[in-house]
């Protein structure tokens, strides 16, 4: 069964730092990521791990945020830097285990309120 667990949201003024973690059990997961789902509007793509280290970062976030991970952990990590009110959401885990000639199954965890304000 897999599992995904977040934790190190919270209340953080602007230009403020928070790192989030996301402990995934049951697999071995390929691509682990962050999304984020705003008030009003679409959840979005924040960044984006492989196995080997390689990342993807949406342009709003790149330069303030830095994804990393742990594979003997099954642990994701996002650390943010330089907060601002429109980074405020509902961040999301998101991890995909490869299958054999089907797309990966996709998995979500149960998301972290970030909160931006002073």
């Known amino acids: 069964q897999v599992q995904l667990v977040e934790s190190g949201g919270g209340l953080v003024q602007p230009g403020g730092s928070l790192r989030l973690s996301c402990a995934a059990s049951g697999s071995t997961f390929s691509i682990m990521g962050w999304f984020r789902h705003a008030p009003g509007q679409e959840r979005e793509l924040v960044a984006v791990i492989g196995r080997s280290g390689m990342t993807n970062y949406a342009d709003s976030v790149n330069s303030r945020f830095t994804i990393s991970r742990d594979n003997a952990k099954n642990t994701v990590y996002l650390q943010m830097n330089s907060l601002k009110p429109e980074d405020t959401a509902v961040y999301f885990c998101?991890?995909?285990?490869?299958?054999?000639?089907?797309?990966?199954?996709?998995?979500w965890g149960q998301g972290t309120q970030v909160t931006v304000s002073s």
């Open positions: 998101n991890a995909h285990v490869l299958q054999v000639g089907v797309p990966p199954l996709e998995y």
